[in-house]
């Protein structure tokens, strides 16, 4: 079946460091593929997302491209800030969304 | 409402209680979902409705769970004769219109059984 897999965590990073989180996917079909974050004590939030091949989802400074070739959607950041510190989750969507097992992310001033 | 919301925030249930959890959807919307997430896990899908109707029940884990959405608005998950794995964390989300656009998500309840 559909799957994603996402890099475990925690990262710790200093701030204005440069992040890359590793996410690759196992689907049939095209599905579109997202990242979601879920700051402390919040609900879980859209941050971005690609619906086909060579798409470039970006929001808040981060960006991540769908990659079909590697099945992949890395997220990236040039310059993280102690405010980015929360739990991304990758994630697709065919008949419903599928997500990853969450990476969590500190940043230290 | 601004957003969704679920209630309790916290629940804490002996082994063998039933629990119900709610959840309001945004205003509006015509979609409602319900995921499980584990501790250290991402969400998994539990069920979805469209107005009333509950088109998908998949991730129902056993016939222990149960959901409704009987005026197609507020919803309830309800989790009979409680087992220890089913501490987790429930979370719900609302659409406008199907699985295929942005679903919005409450804070979730975190139910601890014991």
């Known amino acids: 079946g559909d799957s994603v897999t996402q890099m475990e965590g925690p990262v710790t990073l200093s701030e204005e460091a440069c992040l890359t989180i590793n996410c690759t996917y196992t689907a049939t079909g095209y599905p579109s593929l997202f990242w979601y974050v879920q700051y402390p004590g919040e609900g879980l939030q859209l941050l971005l997302k690609a619906t086909k091949a060579d798409d470039k989802g970006s929001n808040k400074g981060f960006e991540a491209t769908y990659r079909k070739e590697t099945t992949s959607f890395h997220l990236e950041k040039g310059s993280v800030q102690v405010s980015d510190s929360a739990v991304y989750f990758c994630?697709?969507?065919?008949?419903?969304?599928?997500f990853g097992k969450g990476t969590r992310l500190h940043i230290l001033p | 409402g601004a957003g969704v919301s679920q209630s309790p925030r916290y629940k804490v249930a002996k082994r063998g209680q039933d629990v119900a959890l709610r959840c309001d959807p945004i205003?509006?919307?015509?979609?409602l979902f319900w995921y499980q997430q584990a501790l250290g896990q991402g969400p998994e899908f539990l069920t979805y409705?469209?107005?009333?109707?509950?088109?998908?029940k998949s991730g129902l884990p056993s016939d222990r769970f149960f959901a409704e959405r009987p005026e197609g608005s507020v919803s309830t998950l309800k989790i009979q004769r409680t087992q220890q794995e089913d501490s987790a964390v429930y979370l719900c989300a609302s659409s406008l219109y199907g699985a295929g656009v942005e679903q919005y998500f409450g804070p979730g309840t975190r139910l601890t059984v014991t």
């Open positions: 994630a697709l969507r065919s008949d419903k969304i599928i």
């Open positions: 205003s509006g919307h015509v979609s």
């Open positions: 409705f469209q107005n009333e109707a509950q088109l998908d």
